[in-house]
């Protein structure tokens, strides 16, 4: 074969493509994710990471009707407000209300998830019944559990339902002795946010395999608490702790139904109540309030970090 033969037969060099690199939104991925995320890093420093830091330095100062002190008093806030009875006593109330609310949410959320899982029938419609109440305001929930279904006079829900059986009637939100008023705190979270939970745990249910059911069955096991016990309870394991982190992060951040239930009284209240009233009441000690509010943070970082230690959060695929 000659030369010219062979040149002829080799494929042609391919041609350097003259297309240009696309620029614009389509051809830069950086600038695209500081498009979209962006704004949202400058919202969240300018209302949650600015408001830290200032609180923090106020914390250190005098601050009296003023949000710029200039008198530096060190650790004496922190000092007063760990010696002071009413914020020490509001962590009390919020393990009262701890001690409640975390159980029985957790035990309602996982019932109305187990119930909802095994119908057969109007699954979805019962979903968004028990979800719905989670759109709900915890304010207009507060108002409605106050002013119509617990109020203390004889037209209220409550007391009327106790009327039929003779009962007097009750003041469900101004004495505290006997503290009926956590009833209706109490009820009133459940109803709001036993939903949310519900959701996680239908979530995790459904991905529990059915081979565990299938291969329990032709080991003996009845079906019920036993496979309720040996299988889809250890297979909640790592569902159950998130909730129950949750469920105890809510706890220390309530505010708006003991706010709105119990108005202004002296008894009752949780911590971001206490500081409420502390840096925006008659004394408007910002300095304390911001004090306080830097050892309830911390307090709510050390008990979720135990918590989750003791529960073996992270270690869920470990135990299946």
Not at 265 to 275: A, F, I, N
Not at 292 to 297: E, Y
Request: with cysteine; glycine share 8%.
């Amino acid at each position: 074969m000659s030369t010219t033969t062979r040149d002829l037969a080799r494929p042609a060099p391919a041609k350097a493509s003259s297309a240009k690199p696309r620029r614009g939104l389509r051809g830069s991925p950086t600038l695209n994710f500081w498009l979209f995320t962006g704004p949202f890093l400058i919202g969240l420093a300018i209302f949650v990471y600015a408001p830290i830091l200032w609180s923090l330095w106020l914390s250190f100062f005098e601050a009296r009707f003023t949000v710029t002190p200039d008198k530096f008093v060190g650790f004496d806030n922190y000092t007063y407000m760990l010696t002071n009875d009413d914020f020490v006593g509001s962590l009390g109330t919020f393990t009262v209300f701890a001690a409640f609310i975390v159980p029985t949410t957790w035990a309602l959320s996982l019932g109305l998830a187990l119930l909802v899982n095994r119908m057969r029938f109007m699954r979805a419609f019962f979903r968004s019944v028990f979800f719905l109440p989670t759109a709900c305001s915890y304010v207009a929930a507060a108002l409605i559990w106050k002013m119509s279904i617990f109020s203390g006079v004889r037209f209220g829900l409550m007391n009327t339902v106790l009327g039929w059986f003779g009962i007097d009637n009750i003041a469900w939100l101004i004495d505290p002795n006997p503290p009926w008023y956590w009833l209706v705190i109490v009820t009133a979270r459940l109803w709001l946010q036993s939903g949310f939970y519900m959701i996680l745990f239908i979530a995790a249910l459904q991905n529990i395999p059915d081979e565990l059911y299938e291969a329990a069955a032709l080991d003996g096991a009845k079906p019920g608490w036993q496979t309720f016990r040996h299988i889809t309870l250890p297979q909640l394991r790592a569902t159950s702790t998130a909730v129950i982190l949750l469920l105890l992060i809510a706890a220390y951040q309530a505010f708006d139904e003991f706010f709105n239930l119990l108005s202004k009284t002296t008894w009752g209240r949780p911590p971001l109540v206490e500081l409420y009233y502390k840096a925006l009441g008659e004394s408007q000690d910002y300095g304390a309030g911001s004090a306080g509010a830097l050892i309830l943070t911390v307090l709510i970082c050390a008990v979720t970090l135990l918590q989750g230690k003791i529960m073996g959060f992270g270690r869920g695929d470990e135990s299946k």
